[in-house]
T-cell receptor
Framework: KAGVTQTPRYLIKTRGQQVTLSCSPI?????VSWYQQTPGQGLQFLFE???????NKGNFPGRFSGRQFSNSRSEMNVSTLELGDSALYLC?????????????FGPGTRLTVL | GNSVTQMEGPVTLSEEAFLTINCTYT??????LFWYVQYPGEGLQLLLK?????DKGSNKGFEATYRKETTSFHLEKGSVQVSDSAVYFC?????????????FGTGTQLKVEL
């Protein structure tokens, strides 16, 4: 079974631009979560989508948004990019159940904002 | 709120040495606890988990026991190998209310030398 895939793997943007990142979960998984990883703040939860609905949201400004499609693929968008948005963005999927279900992570998208 | 505290790294060990990485958490109730590992240039991989007090998670020679009385989930391995060099993250998740949101510690870098 294929793992979680994220595209693109690397991205370079300039301040003020916007960016869209994509995540394809493991087949049969209905929940997709997004995390931001930076050296200063570590791993921080952005949001979770389940059955095309946002189920949970972290403490990020409204410039960060996401969506999920009927095939469970998810995208996240960052508008008006700032230098501090440079990070590794990780996507994770699981079957969707709450509690003990294992989350599987993708390799991440490395975003650099110049 | 919920939080996870890990020992500061980097930790440098000789091959075959004993490893302990401390992890304590702050949370009301009984969250599920996880250890994830991140190899250079990759996403996170689940190493082991425990879902209730006194549970012991184990995988690839690594072990951790969910200690409710000390709110701890320390990672141990009896004999490390060079291939264990990576960053290790302790994390917790609430079974209800928080969706599948994971709260991570800051990570501990492990370097194993010959």
């Amino acid at each position: 079974k294929a793992g979680v895939t994220q595209t693109p793997r690397y991205l370079i943007k300039t301040r003020g631009q916007q960016v869209t990142l994509s995540c394809s979960p493991i087949s049969g998984h209905r929940s997709v979560s997004w995390y931001q990883q930076t050296p200063g703040q570590g791993l921080q939860f952005l949001f979770e989508y389940f059955s095309e609905t946002q189920r949970n949201k972290g403490n990020f400004p409204g410039r960060f948004s996401g969506r999920q499609f009927s095939n469970s693929r998810s995208e996240m968008n960052v508008s008006t990019l700032e230098l501090g948005d440079s990070a590794l963005y990780l996507c994770a999927s699981n079957r969707g159940g709450l509690g003990t279900d294992t989350q599987y992570f993708g390799p991440g998208t490395r975003l650099t904002v110049l | 709120g919920n939080s996870v505290t890990q020992m500061e790294g980097p930790v440098t060990l000789s091959e075959e040495a004993f490893l302990t990485i401390n992890c304590t958490y702050t949370a009301t109730g009984y969250p599920s606890l996880f250890w994830y590992v991140q190899y250079p240039g990759e996403g996170l991989q689940l190493l082991l988990k425990a879902t209730k007090a006194d549970d012991k998670g184990s995988n690839k020679g690594f072990e951790a026991t969910y200690r409710k009385e000390t709110t701890s989930f320390h990672l141990e391995k009896g004999s490390v190998q060079v291939s264990d060099s990576a960053v290790y993250f302790c994390a917790l998740r609430w079974p209800t209310g928080g969706g599948n949101k994971l709260t991570f510690g800051t990570g501990t870098q492990l370097k194993v030398e010959l």
